[in-house]
């Protein structure tokens, strides 16, 4: 079955330890991204990449790092969680990076709760 | 750059009435179009999208959405809702040639019995 997945789903976590949300798709995407989801903001674009070792900044990038060693996998890395990082995270890949827009594909979520 | 505005944050109806999302968005270039649908504790799901061509586009479940250019907006309708639409709604874009996702701010829609 083509998917996105993330883990963990669900994370409680203290201010300032790292942790990392794994994405993984078994489509053979090229375009991978990271959102953040937060009431009455809807989603904000926070990393993306084009392919393996083509990372870029989305709108909001601070307190975030992500890494694409891999065409599949596409983790997001906060090295020093804050409470206003505690969010609802999604990530989501497409088959083309560039030409028409091809129809991204989202993953189930990823709720992180930061104390 | 882009921007979403959907005019509801939140949308009750009846079960079987029709309902309108509202969305209108900001570009100064050209874009493609969006609707997804996030039912509870899920991802996001396309239900249509404007490219090209016909201003009109039909998606799943009963969906449909008009492209006015002119008045700079997507709306949603759907012509008699049931239980099971109950969700919430983003519209979002795209400048043409990019994958980036703008998104709106989202309308709950609520379906009553």
């Known amino acids: 079955e083509a998917q996105v997945t993330q883990n963990p789903r669900y994370l409680i976590t203290v201010t300032g330890k790292k942790l990392t949300v794994t994405c993984s798709q078994n489509m053979n995407h090229e375009y991978m991204s990271w959102y953040r989801q937060d009431p009455g903001l809807g989603l904000r674009q926070i990393y993306y990449?084009?392919?393996?070792?083509?990372?870029d900044k989305g709108d909001v990038p601070e307190g975030y790092k992500v890494s694409r060693k891999e065409k599949r996998n596409f983790p997001l890395i906060l090295e020093s969680p804050s409470p206003n990082q505690t969010s609802l995270y999604f990530c989501?890949?497409?088959?083309?990076?560039?030409?028409?827009?091809?129809?991204?594909?989202f993953g189930p979520g990823t709720r992180l709760l930061v104390l | 750059a882009q921007s979403v505005t959907q005019l509801d944050s939140q949308v009750p109806v009846f079960e079987e009435a029709p309902v309108e999302l509202r969305c209108n968005y900001s570009s100064s270039v050209s874009v493609y179009l969006f609707w997804y649908v996030q039912y509870p504790n899920q991802g996001l799901q396309l239900l249509l999208k404007?490219?090209?061509?016909?201003?009109l586009v039909k998606g799943i479940n009963g969906f449909e959405a008009e492209f006015n250019k002119s008045q700079t907006s997507f709306h949603l309708r759907k012509p008699s809702v049931h239980i099971s639409d109950t969700a919430e709604y983003f519209c979002?874009?795209?400048?043409?040639?990019?994958?980036?996702?703008?998104f709106g701010q989202g309308t709950r829609l609520t379906i009553n019995p």
């Open positions: 979002a874009v795209s400048r043409q040639g990019a994958q980036k996702l703008v």
């Open positions: 404007y490219l090209s061509g016909s201003t």
């Open positions: 990449s084009m392919n393996v070792e083509v990372t």
């Open positions: 989501a890949s497409s088959r083309s990076a560039s030409g028409d827009q091809e129809t991204q594909y």
